[in-house]
């Protein structure tokens, strides 16, 4: 195309030089610029290109090479980035879990156990609540509220968490909230691990008479309110073995794969029992029992001795219950975590 342009140039070259009918100066210097820029860079540049010269061109130039190669690069790099960023997001929700989270939420869960049975104390026994023959009800007071809370708050999702385990998962409705996507950071063996029936029969006829008084006030609903919160603060400490057992497995699976493929309970118990560890946490528990539990008043010391729940029960929840259930929700999940 160069060069058809630059032969029709030497073809008005005598135009070019005489302009009929002759032109005012001015116009006439526009047309000598315009000439020259016709007659000169023209053939100039179909030469080049002639002579297989191609730096100038577009679609060859190093220039534009370099700089689509640039934008290419940048936008494979931002690519690589965006891919790279999303990998990482999904690698933090998948292999975000640390023992150190862990134990965090476990020690925050501690002060959820002891004010919830704080504020179960406030109320005596009220054994009527839990007679299973209450007319109209086919079931205790509790039970009853029980299931009715928890069929409540599966509707608002509270059962999509997987830190949470109903009492009565039988017949539970959907959820009627937009599904969120919670981390997989567990193995689906997971779901099949609910230790709540002997959670149930713990709370009622073992914890409970040791730190309620006897007695009947008529506050039944209220009694079974604070059960409510007692059992789901107990559960989720309890099943929180399940967190407990992958961080684990994560960091010294070469020590937890044999005991599992042998399917050898007494092995994993020995390598998720640290002695210290746990009677760190019962007099941990004990003293927090002290601090939220005692009597504050101004202008004297209070009732040095004296509080809403003894420690010591507290601690024995932890030492009796609590820790031996979490470590058996740990066994169960790793006796699954190869399936």
């Known amino acids: ?159 999509e968490n997987p830190e949470e385990h109903p009492f009565f998962p039988d017949n539970l409705p959907p959820s009627l909230v937009p599904h969120f996507k919670y981390p997989e950071v567990l193995h689906p063996a997971a779901m099949s691990i609910n230790m709540n029936k002997v959670i149930w029969d713990m709370y009622f006829n073992k914890l409970l008479p040791l730190f309620v008084a006897p007695g009947d006030d008529g506050n039944y609903a209220s009694t079974a309110a604070s059960d409510l919160e007692c059992l789901q603060a107990i559960s989720r400490r309890i099943h929180y073995g399940k967190l407990v057992a992958e961080v684990k497995f994560r960091n010294e699976q070469k020590d937890y794969e044999p005991p599992i493929r042998a399917q050898d309970r007494n092995a994993l118990a020995s390598l998720l029992t640290f002695a210290d560890v746990e009677e760190a946490v019962k007099k941990r528990v004990a003293k927090k029992a002290m601090t939220f539990g005692q009597e504050v008043k101004l202008g004297d010391n209070g009732d040095k001795g004296k509080y809403k729940v003894d420690p010591a029960v507290v601690s024995g929840l932890y030492g009796d219950w609590v820790i031996p259930l979490t470590k058996e929700v740990e066994i169960e999940y790793l006796l699954r975590r190869l399936d």
């Open 1 to 159: 195309m160069s060069v058809l342009c630059s032969l029709f140039s030497v073809l008005l070259l005598p135009c070019a030089l005489r302009p009929h009918p002759p032109l005012p100066f001015v116009p006439f210097l526009l047309y000598c610029i315009l000439s020259y820029i016709l007659f000169t860079l023209v053939p100039v540049l179909a030469l080049l290109e002639w002579f297989g010269c191609h730096k100038f061109r577009p679609g060859k130039s190093s220039l534009f090479s370099s700089l689509l190669s640039t934008v290419n690069c940048q936008r494979t790099s931002v690519g690589e980035h965006k891919m790279a960023a999303t990998a990482a997001s999904s690698d933090n929700l998948n292999d975000g879990l640390t023992l150190q989270m862990v134990r965090d939420s476990l020690i925050r869960q501690e002060d959820t156990i002891v004010f919830s049975l704080i504020e179960r104390a406030r109320f005596p026994l009220n054994s009527p609540a839990y007679d299973p023959s209450t007319p109209g009800l086919c079931a205790s007071l509790v039970e009853f509220f029980v299931q009715k809370t928890e069929a409540l708050q599966a509707t608002a999702g509270r059962y």
